[in-house]
């Protein structure tokens, strides 16, 4: 399975940036998709999940409500809607695929068997 990101970009605080992940290869479906993100000299930090039926998700607590991820089965796309962005959520970002789904909520890293290439956030103030 291939995971492509795209959609970030440069953004004032208090704005709104959309990432997608489009996955290829398999049906998103069959995988538990997360977000991550990596801001410099900083760990990889887990961002956001959500299980194969779309119907649970679970969120980095420096999220706070500001963040949505969804699944769009037409198109096999796994989103990221970022509402109010801040300097700190300066990063790269990075989804990634679950093809066991062993464990819930995946916010560890080691969990994941796919990941894309990310996409670059900056938040200026």
């Known amino acids: 399975v291939q995971l492509q990101a795209s959609g970030g970009g440069l953004v004032q605080a208090g704005g709104s940036l959309r990432l997608s992940c489009a996955v290829s290869g398999r049906t998103s479906g069959s995988y538990v998709m997360g977000w991550f993100r990596r801001a410099p000299g900083k760990e990889r930090e887990f961002v956001a999940a959500i299980q194969r039926s779309g119907h649970s998700t679970y969120y980095g607590d420096f999220v706070k409500g500001r963040f949505t991820i969804s699944r769009d089965r037409a198109s096999n796309t796994i989103t990221l809607q970022m509402n109010n962005l801040q300097p700190d959520d300066t990063a790269v970002y990075y989804c990634?695929?679950?093809?066991?789904?062993?464990?819930?909520?995946?916010?560890?890293?080691?969990?994941?068997?796919?990941w894309g290439q990310g996409t670059q956030v900056t938040v200026s103030s």
């Open positions: 990634a695929a679950d093809g066991r789904g062993a464990k819930w909520p995946p916010y560890s890293s080691g969990v994941y068997d796919f």
